[in-house]
């Protein structure tokens, strides 16, 4: 059998193993010295106990057979689109029905299906840096990819380009670079989409973490999106499902893709055509999980969890700051993206282990525009965090 070519476009992708083995080779070279890692974006704090004790009934209910739960349906619990279509969007002023709520395993899985619906000859937007799912997973399909690089001249917001895309992947806020985009910003995407009868596939799984009236929570608070864009929301960093899995998509019906033969069709349908094909589902235990984080002392115990992460992240800004450094993000997003001295994040990475024993991600390792800058996570615990900042201080 044949293999598919694309995958030997891909680039190796070493950048944990990398880190991993370079802190492995310093912590046995320096058995006695203590490492602080602030690189990895996964969340340390345990699930809330709201959460929990959804989980264990829920549990209970598969143990009898009364209420038993065998395949659930495809798009998700009637009872979770429900608390999701109310609490993530009319809420907020959003209408949006449950038809175009498709609860997944994963915004990452998401992501990277989401062009299985989308042909393969689109042209590809996606800036840079960037998290790498949406370049791979396009690369893997064989598209031509266009890139939108974002430095400090346009603080790291991808500007509307002057060529034609089909498909514009936008995370906000943003992973690696931790800023976020305002309405105005946004509004000029969605009128770039709508003219070019292009698709927006709007990452916003860390809306949790934004502080500022000017950022929009949901592609959908800005007018024209229904006709351009996706949604693609997750329980991961909002309520610490990492290891849970739990997330959504939003496909309005609104979205309309041209076929070859010049004929239209909904790409609501064909999502839901294709997840029914290839998903069985997020498993019923789970999505009452994730329903338990909507309600009153489900909110409370997620915003304390997100507040101490934002309290993390402030500190680190802060104290990088005032230690000299020129810093971005960190103020709508849990990542902190910072100028290393020299410009070549890798020496960075290895000065500050060796100097600190704080861990951090090469700013390279998120594409070329990303060399020169370096990847703070705020998800590690408050007193290592001061440490970190403290070894900084001293050591820069
Ligand atoms: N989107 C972005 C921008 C991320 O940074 C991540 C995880 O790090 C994901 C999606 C993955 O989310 P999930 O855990 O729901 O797959």
């Not at 190796?12 to 880190?19: K, P, R």
């Not at 450094?325 to 500050?352: E, H, K, R």
Request: net charge negative; hydrophobic share 40%; aromatic share 12%.
């Amino acid at each position: 059998m044949k293999a598919n070519a694309h995958f030997r476009l891909l680039e190796e992708n070493y950048l944990f193993s990398d880190i991993a083995k370079r802190v492995a080779a310093f912590t046995q070279a320096h058995p006695d010295r203590s490492i602080i890692r602030l690189g990895i974006g996964d969340v340390t704090q345990p699930l809330a106990p709201s959460v929990i004790a959804a989980m264990h009934r829920a549990v209970d209910e598969m143990g009898c057979a009364d209420t038993f739960r065998g395949y659930g349906p495809e798009q998700g619990y009637a009872f979770l689109r429900h608390a999701i279509a109310e609490h993530d969007y009319r809420a907020h002023g959003i209408a949006m029905e449950e038809d175009a709520i498709f609860v997944s395993d994963g915004a990452k899985t998401d992501v990277g299906n989401f062009a299985d619906i989308l042909d393969t000859d689109n042209v590809v937007a996606i800036t840079d840096p960037v998290y790498p799912v949406y370049l791979d997973s396009n690369r893997m399909a064989g598209r031509t990819i266009r890139f939108l690089p974002c430095s400090a001249q346009n603080g790291f917001v991808p500007c509307v380009p002057d060529f034609h895309a089909d498909m514009i992947y936008l995370c906000s806020p943003n992973n690696p670079t931790g800023t976020a985009m305002t309405r105005a910003q946004l509004a000029q995407w969605v009128a770039y989409a709508n003219e070019h009868h292009a698709l927006l596939l709007f990452d916003s799984a860390y809306e949790a973490y934004i502080t500022e009236a000017d950022v929009p929570h949901s592609i959908f608070e800005i007018e024209g999106a229904r006709t351009c864009a996706v949604e693609f929301r997750s329980f991961s960093k909002t309520a610490g499902f990492t290891g849970t899995r739990c997330a959504y998509a939003v496909v309005p019906k609104e979205l309309i893709a041209t076929n070859q033969d010049g004929s239209t069709v909904s790409l609501q349908a064909l999502w839901l055509r294709r997840q029914c094909t290839k998903f069985n589902g997020v498993p019923y235990i789970i999505q009452r999980a994730a329903e338990a984080v909507y309600t009153p002392a489900g909110q409370k115990e997620i915003r304390a969890q997100i507040a101490y992460y934002q309290e993390n992240a402030r500190l680190i800004r802060q104290g990088l700051q005032q230690a000299g450094f020129t810093v971005y993000g960190g103020v709508n997003a849990p990542y902190i993206w910072m100028q290393c001295p020299g410009g070549d994040s890798w020496q960075f990475f290895q000065d500050l282990l060796e100097k600190t024993g704080v861990v951090g991600t090469p700013g390279a390792g998120f594409g070329a525009q990303g060399e020169g800058y370096f990847r703070l996570t705020a998800f590690g615990d408050r007193e290592k965090t001061k440490e970190a900042l403290s070894r900084i201080a001293k050591a820069f």
